[in-house]
């Protein structure tokens, strides 16, 4: 039996990514959906404590660990599961995505060698690629004010979204899989079709 297509949608906020993860599955029912974190009950539980990290006083540490407790259960329970049987699953954020929102701006770039040594005793697959789209966070916001669907990240200082961004990229020049990079400043379905592309499902 042929493995799975794995892949990963990561960008910043109002890039888009949960809307062609949508589109995608309307187009390929046989695809798994699925996101980071929350894709699994635990995940759930531990969503819910990082809504909440302020009122909790989590420190940045104890904030990116629940991030890998989350990621290494849906791994177990979901994402590995479906490789092996052969199906095609993606999700909505992955560790990469922790690197570029809580390590690249809590922790620090020095970081990356910790963090990359923990992502590989976690056993975490890579994903058979890595779409990032891409977006200027002042672009990204405005079009989250404009759907009003503004949630607790979103009210971070722009500088912070912006350096959200160099995380992003500073990590795609250093990863060992395939990287797509998109420019998500363009319109839905013109980002879409090149992730349609990309994938080839």
């Known amino acids: 039996m042929s493995r799975g297509k794995f892949f990963v949608l990561s960008g910043g906020e109002g890039c888009g990514k949960s809307t062609i993860l949508k589109l995608l599955s309307n187009d390929?029912?046989?695809?798994i959906a699925t996101r980071e974190p929350g894709g699994t009950e635990?995940?759930?539980?531990?969503?819910?404590?990082?809504?909440?990290?302020?009122?909790?006083?989590?420190?940045?540490?104890?904030?990116?660990?629940?991030?890998?407790?989350?990621?290494?259960?849906h791994v177990?329970?979901?994402?590995?599961?479906?490789?092996d049987a052969g199906q095609n699953i993606g999700t909505d954020r992955y560790?990469?995505?922790?690197?570029?929102?809580?390590?690249?701006?809590?922790?620090?770039?020095e970081d990356l060698k910790q963090f990359m040594t923990l992502v590989r005793w976690l056993k975490l697959p890579d994903p058979g690629i890595w779409l990032l789209l891409d977006i200027d966070p002042v672009i990204g916001l405005a079009r989250k004010h404009q759907m009003n669907e503004l949630n607790r990240m979103d009210q971070q200082p722009l500088e912070f979204h912006?350096?959200?961004?160099?995380?992003?990229?500073?990590?795609?020049?250093?990863?060992h899989?395939?990287?797509?990079?998109?420019?998500?400043?363009?319109?839905i379905d013109q980002v879409y079709r090149?992730?349609?592309d990309t994938l080839q499902l």
């Not at 759930?44 to 259960?73: G, S």
Request: with cysteine.
């Open 28 to 31: 390929h029912p046989q695809l």
């Open 194 to 196: 090149e992730v349609v």
């Open 42 to 73: 635990t995940g759930r539980q531990i969503r819910n404590i990082l809504l909440h990290q302020h009122e909790l006083n989590l420190r940045p540490l104890t904030e990116v660990l629940l991030f890998f407790a989350d990621r290494y259960q």
């Open 95 to 109: 560790w990469m995505d922790t690197y570029a929102y809580q390590v690249y701006t809590e922790l620090g770039v």
């Open 177 to 187: 899989f395939p990287v797509k990079i998109i420019d998500a400043s363009q319109s």
């Open 76 to 83: 177990c329970e979901k994402i590995q599961p479906a490789i």
């Open 162 to 175: 912006q350096r959200v961004r160099q995380g992003f990229l500073f990590l795609a020049e250093r990863v």
